[in-house]
């Protein structure tokens, strides 16, 4: 396993959308992996692989506060087949938006389908911050960051920030 570099904003490739996978095979599943070791390290809750640099449309999450918690979820091609009428609002970060949160509003319940790590196609319905994870990490798969779902004077402001800092950062 291997630890990724992650990309942050505003990086154009998060703004790319993902190209969707054929089978899950052993070089996508090593994929999964050294993504689930990234967002463990990082520490996250949830990563797109454009995240990563790679755009395909996969994800990774897991939402278990401790390492004995840990339930990783890895998701290709994942697609929202339902989703409630009621709406949540959530504190959102992303590790590709370092620093900065907002409040997002989103479905409270959603329903996915996806190819599983044994390209299986499961479906799960998930609630609560499960919900608000996946649709954010959803959301990556096609150029789409939480911060564009804040006012535009918010998200400027963000990106302005994030390019300064970048800046003023030492090279890498
Ligand atoms: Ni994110």
């Given at each position: 396993m291997a630890l990724l570099p992650i990309l942050t904003a505003p990086?154009?490739?998060?703004k790319q959308k993902a190209r969707p996978v054929g089978t899950v095979d052993a070089d996508l599943v090593r994929l999964m992996d050294d993504m689930l070791e990234t967002m463990y390290a990082a520490p996250g809750i949830g990563l797109a692989a454009p995240q990563v640099?790679?755009?395909?449309r996969i994800i990774v999450v897991d939402i278990g506060k401790t390492e004995e918690d840990r339930a990783p979820i890895c998701m290709a091609n994942p697609e929202i087949v339902w989703v409630s009428d009621d709406d949540n609002t959530h504190e959102e970060g992303c590790l590709s938006v370092p620093d900065h949160y907002g409040q997002v509003v989103r479905p409270r319940v959603v329903r996915v389908r996806y190819l599983d790590r044994e390209n299986e196609i499961r479906e799960i319905e998930a609630d609560g911050l499960l919900a608000t994870v996946v649709q954010h990490e959803m959301d990556h798969l096609d150029g789409?960051?939480?911060?564009?779902?804040?006012?535009a004077l918010k998200r400027n402001m963000i990106l302005r920030k994030l390019t300064k800092a970048r800046k003023e950062a030492p090279v890498r």
């Open positions: 990086d154009p490739r998060l640099g790679v755009e395909r789409i960051l939480f911060i564009d779902h804040l006012s």
